[in-house]
């Protein structure tokens, strides 16, 4: 097996626990990334080289999500807050005001609306016109026992599917309101991501990996691995798929044969905690426990070396899914 190459990333001092890519490019895309250490980073996605720290939050951030053409971010966390970011200017637009930690938060496309969701089971879904100068939403959704997870948009922004701590995947339609199917996993979703040609979903659980298809809300794909699974992404062309590790590993699969292509683990392995493929490819950012984000180079020209970049600021028993 061959060399992995990655470039190192440091910045963040604690658990990196989300990674957003923006999907639309010409010459150049961009990585924003969440920390526990109070801050929302935004850099550039092929060399790692740091734009701006956004650091308005007060405690941990939780989530971030990059609008496709990387002009808006959006970030939340404990602090009970989503903050609406211009992205490359590090300007605060916008804040939104929520009774708890908020685990979660997604852009639509054009960045015009917002989903949110909260840890604690109290708490609503919500979904917000971020154009609108109401911070009041335009709708919540009740449902889940138990805190969210996550939550993505999906199938032209009509419907929405979230992840909870109860074990469940749901959509729910955004005109109505209404919930319109479910799944039951073994384990919470560990991470759960709209692929970018939007007909599939990459979920990971503590036993493996999901693929769904979120228009008919088949499975398409149910792949079981022999370690604790803690995050899974689909590169944009669909040939393979990355799934982490709570030992610091990250393996590569092709996806039609399942045949395990490479892993990358760091001199000093820590949990992988989040992974994203980036828009054309190359590249799979992979976040870790301690703080590092490491860019996964899929398609090394080069000698096998690892970068260092120092910001200038700064298993489970498997069971079966019903």
């Known amino acids: 097996m061959r060399h992995e190459i990655g470039v190192l990333c440091l910045g963040h001092s604690d658990s990196v626990v989300e990674l957003s890519f923006n999907r639309d490019y010409d010459t150049a895309y961009f990585l924003a990334s969440a920390g526990l250490d109070g801050v929302a980073a935004l850099r550039h996605g092929e060399t790692g080289d740091c734009i701006t720290n956004l650091t308005k939050h007060t405690d941990s ?14 970030s939340g966390g404990a602090d009970c807050k989503v903050r609406v970011w211009d992205a490359l200017l590090g300007k605060q637009l916008k804040k939104l005001r929520h009774t708890k930690t908020v685990a979660c938060v997604d852009l639509n ?9 909260c840890v604690d089971q109290e708490s609503p879904l919500a979904l917000f016109d971020i154009e609108q100068s109401v911070k009041a939403p335009l709708m919540e959704f009740h449902g889940h026992n138990r805190g969210v997870r996550d939550v993505i948009f999906c199938s032209e922004e009509h419907c929405f599917l979230s992840s909870s701590y109860d074990r469940t995947v749901r959509m729910w339609d955004c005109r109505s309101g209404s ?14 991501e709209l692929h970018h040609s939007g007909d599939i979903v990459t979920i990971a659980y503590a036993g493996g990996v999901i693929f769904l298809n979120p ?7 149910h792949r079981k691995l022999p370690y604790k699974v803690t995050a899974a992404s689909l590169s944009p062309n669909k040939d393979i798929y990355v799934c982490g590790n709570n030992m610091g590993y990250s ?4 996806y039609d ?3 395990n292509r490479g892993l990358y683990a760091s001199k000093n392995p820590s949990a992988v905690l989040a992974l994203s493929f980036s828009p054309d490819g190359e590249v799979c950012a992979i976040g870790s426990q301690d703080g590092s984000i490491i860019l996964w180079q899929m398609k090394p020209k080069q000698t096998p070396v690892v970068r260092h970049l120092e910001d200038e600021d700064a298993g489970e028993q498997n069971e079966s899914i019903s």
């Open 61 to 74: 951030v939780w989530s971030v999500s990059l609008s496709h053409d990387a002009k808006i971010l959006a």
């Open 109 to 117: 496309p054009n960045a015009t609306r917002l989903l949110t969701g």
């Open 179 to 192: 919930r319109t199917n479910s799944i039951f996993l073994p384990h919470h979703v560990k991470s759960m």
């Open 215 to 221: 228009k008919s809300f088949e499975v398409l794909k």
């Open 251 to 254: 393996f590569k699969y092709d």
């Open 257 to 259: 044969t399942d045949v």
